[in-house]
């Protein structure tokens, strides 16, 4: 009997995402990660998103070496949700922020702690503090603070914030500190971008940058079970 149209198209699907994943393997990406809607899937496997069929599909990317996170038959997975892909599993009770704002709340509670122990939020005058601090071509800096020490206020720091990364990210905040400068010509200024998947190209994009103090933190959030009624 010859295979259905919606196999080949789950078998298309998957070789389409197999390149793709290699293709970001190629440029540095170790592991690669791809993003997806799970609506864009169901509609490129020409399935309807039933819990049979998503396990089922699910099953064949395993076979083809393609882990997603989450699960395409997880319970509350919606059409709108994004589903990532890799060539490796995903890491056990990972979770991440599901909207930027919830990061940028989070971020901003730890300043003063941690890795951002010695910073505290820019203020200036009109701008109630350093949280979506606008440049003046009309561009926000998610976070903008400064360095605290012995001798007065150190260098500005940007803070860029990315609940999943994003391409072009280390370009984005160079523009950010250019602009800074040419603001305060007579202050330091450097850089610290979060996002919550770690991006070897862009790793390796940023080992290519002189000139520019910028680092990149990956933040982890897990939770582990310390105990459990009977």
């Excluded at 198209?9 to 170790?30: N, P, S, Y």
């Excluded at 350093?130 to 150190?154: A, N, V, Y």
């Amino acid at each position: 009997m010859a295979p259905s149209r919606n196999a080949d198209q789950v078998e298309t699907f998957i070789d389409r995402m197999a390149h793709a994943l290699r293709e970001d393997e190629q440029k540095g990406a170790r592991p690669p990660f791809e993003r997806r809607k799970l609506r864009t899937i169901m509609a490129d496997c020409g399935k309807r998103g039933s819990a049979g069929v998503l396990a089922a599909v699910e099953a064949r990317l395993t076979e083809a070496g393609i882990y997603t996170e989450p699960k395409l038959a997880d319970s509350g997975l919606r059409l709108d949700d994004w589903v990532w892909f890799s060539t490796g599993p995903f890491p056990p009770d990972s979770a991440f922020f599901p909207r930027e704002t919830d990061l940028q709340r989070f971020v901003q509670a730890c300043l003063g702690s941690g890795a951002f122990r010695n910073l505290e939020l820019y203020k200036v005058k009109g701008q109630a503090s350093g949280r979506e601090f606008r440049l003046p071509d009309g561009r926000r800096i998610d976070l903008l603070c400064q360095e605290r020490t012995k001798s007065g206020t150190g260098a500005l720091v940007v803070i860029e914030l990315k609940r999943e990364h994003e391409r072009g990210t280390v370009e984005q905040v160079m523009s950010y500190m250019d602009a800074l400068k040419q603001l305060y010509p007579s202050r330091a200024v450097r850089a610290i971008i979060v996002s919550g998947r770690e991006d070897q190209v862009a790793s390796v994009r940023l080992g290519q940058v002189t000139g520019y103090d910028i680092r990149w933190l990956c933040y982890d959030v897990t939770f582990n079970e310390l105990s459990k009624s009977s």
